[in-house]
């Protein structure tokens, strides 16, 4: 017979059955909730859940803080609901764990309660995990997660996606390495120009041949200045020599 309750010790005298309901509530449905004298600093609680999975859930939040002590959460295999449970409370057990049935997997309920403020023990989500992956559970975040994938195929969508992207970078690489040749290509083009500029500027006979058509044409020029004074002094003396 699968265990369905749990023993909680070093209950703070100031938790409350409400308390370890609210606590509990995580892990799943609850049944019934006790409280019992232990000593003059601390109660004991049994909870009751209305399967084993709630109860092996709890197991896992030894060494919580409830209200201002850290518990102890042990199997109770031998602890037996009481046979008169009145209605009101078993109702209110049904109202209080009403939140607590939607998680599932053991790092469901770990999370979903440190989220929410409580404190637990410093390994309480490794154990969690463990306990998940033990049980093959997979946690109700990554099942969503997986499941919407599936779905519309996100996961395919994404590869896909990358790959024609990739496949545009590729093509548009080719081209940007095409321009680049041809960009090469004028840049020697223009680099063989001008190393032939140079060349015909550099040759001797080139070089010889400007600086004699430079000469020349000072000389023509000197020429036509000395015609001209020339003509001017014989127009000068032919009238001289008519006065």
């Known amino acids: ?59 896992l939040l030894s060494g ?32 209080t764990s009403g939140s607590g049935s939607v998680v599932q997997k053991a790092e469901d309920v770990v999370t979903t309660m440190l989220a929410k403020g409580f404190i637990l023990g410093k390994d309480a989500v490794n154990k969690a995990k463990t306990f998940d992956e033990k049980h093959s559970l997979t946690s109700t975040a990554s099942s969503r997660v997986a499941s919407f994938d599936n779905k519309i195929g996100l996961t395919d969508k994404i590869s896909m996606g990358t790959s ?3 496949e545009r970078v590729k093509v548009v690489d080719e081209k940007l390495k095409v321009s680049q040749t041809t960009k090469s290509a004028f840049t020697a083009a223009e680099q063989t120009i001008s190393n032939a500029g140079s060349a015909i500027m550099k040759n001797r006979y080139v070089f010889t041949g400007a600086s004699w058509v430079t000469g020349a044409f000072s000389k023509v020029a000197k020429a036509a200045s000395d015609v001209g004074a ?3 002094e014989k127009v000068a003396a032919e009238q001289h020599q008519r006065g």
Request: hydrophobic content about 40%; overall charge negative.
């Open 1 to 59: 017979m699968s265990v369905r309750s749990v023993k909680i010790s070093n209950v703070s005298l100031s938790a409350s059955a409400q308390d370890i309901k609210e606590f509990f509530s995580f892990s799943g449905d609850i049944e019934h909730v006790e409280l019992q004298s232990a000593d003059e600093w601390s109660q004991i609680a049994y909870v009751t859940f209305r399967d084993s999975q709630g109860a092996e859930t709890a197991l």
């Open 164 to 166: 024609a992207v990739n």
């Open 230 to 232: 020339k003509t001017k």
């Open 64 to 95: 919580a803080t409830i209200v201002d002590l850290s518990v102890i959460v042990t199997p109770a295999p031998e602890y037996q609901v009481p046979t008169v449970v009145s209605a009101p409370e078993h109702n209110e057990a049904k109202a």
